[in-house]
């Protein structure tokens, strides 16, 4: 039998399918809000544990900076007291005063040049220190974290193994619902869905109110959306309006009253007698 076209079914069954289509969204809904905030802490958790990986690979590169700059100012103290050496067995053969300052200069700033060094290497090293202090805490952190997310991870992995099966049914008919709706009124469902705090896109009138903001729907409204002859939204929230018999519901009836009225009235009748 050929699938009906979307665009030939009357709007009572667009709406009833619309309604069927809800009520499996939010069974859906309701299956993943078993979940509760886990997604979001397992991703909050990825996060900082990337940003703290980041975060070590940056000091520990910035250890690797401070030792490389140690290495080199050891390097510059080798050859300025190589220097030094070599200008104090120069002084020994200087021929006047003026080789004997120049000399004597040099010497002098080479070994300032060495003092210097070796407070950029002391200075150094307490930078060390200090990076080594910081990538232990780090990884203390990234620890902590790692725990924390295997926890979480496998607390999620058996809530989704305990909902997999009948989410994916609850897919699987929602799939099948959407291919029986026509593209354009699907597509105003969806937005309106989207943006409802609920999820609840189309819904019943309860109490002569929409079942959605709770807004009072005038009596020739209602009766409008009783004749199911046109697709009624509400004026307020923007929600698509069924009567609840269309959807399924059972409506209780108020209690007949007259009865009531009619004890009150004979027993006032004996009372006067």
């Known amino acids: ?74 390097g510059e103290i080798e050859n300025a007291q190589a220097s030094v050496e070599r200008y104090k067995r120069q002084l020994d053969d200087v021929k006047n005063n003026r080789e004997y300052d120049t000399l004597t200069k040099e010497i002098e700033f080479q070994t300032l040049e060495i003092e210097l060094c070796n407070k950029k290497i002391k200075e150094a090293f307490i930078k060390v220190d200090e990076r080594k202090r910081d990538l232990e805490k780090a990884d203390a952190q990234i620890a902590d974290r790692q725990q924390a997310l295997e926890e979480k991870r496998n607390e999620l992995d058996e809530i989704m ?70 697709v009624i939204v509400c004026e307020y929230c923007g929600r698509i309006i069924v009567d609840p018999e269309l959807a399924g519901i059972k409506v209780e009836k108020p209690a007949d009253e007259k009865p009531k009225r009619k004890r009150a009235t004979k027993k006032k009748t004996e009372e006067e007698a």
């Open 1 to 74: 039998m050929a699938k009906k076209d979307p665009t030939d079914l009357t709007v009572e069954e667009k709406l009833k399918t619309l309604y069927n289509l809800q009520t499996t969204l939010s069974a859906i809904d309701e299956k993943r809000a078993l979940r509760g905030e886990l997604p979001l802490e397992v991703e909050d958790l990825e996060d900082e544990i990337e940003g703290l990986t980041t975060r070590v690979e940056k000091i520990e590169s910035e250890i690797q900076e401070f030792q490389n700059a140690i290495n080199q100012k050891r």
């Open 161 to 230: 193994e305990e909902t997999k099966e009948e989410e994916d049914k609850l897919k699987a008919k929602a799939k099948e619902l959407e291919e029986k709706i026509e593209p354009r009124l699907l597509s105003s469902f969806k937005r309106i869905r989207k943006g409802a705090r609920n999820g609840l896109g189309i819904v019943t009138v309860q109490r002569d109110a929409c079942g959605g903001c709770f807004a009072k729907i005038p009596p020739q409204r209602q009766l409008d959306i009783k004749m199911h002859k046109k």
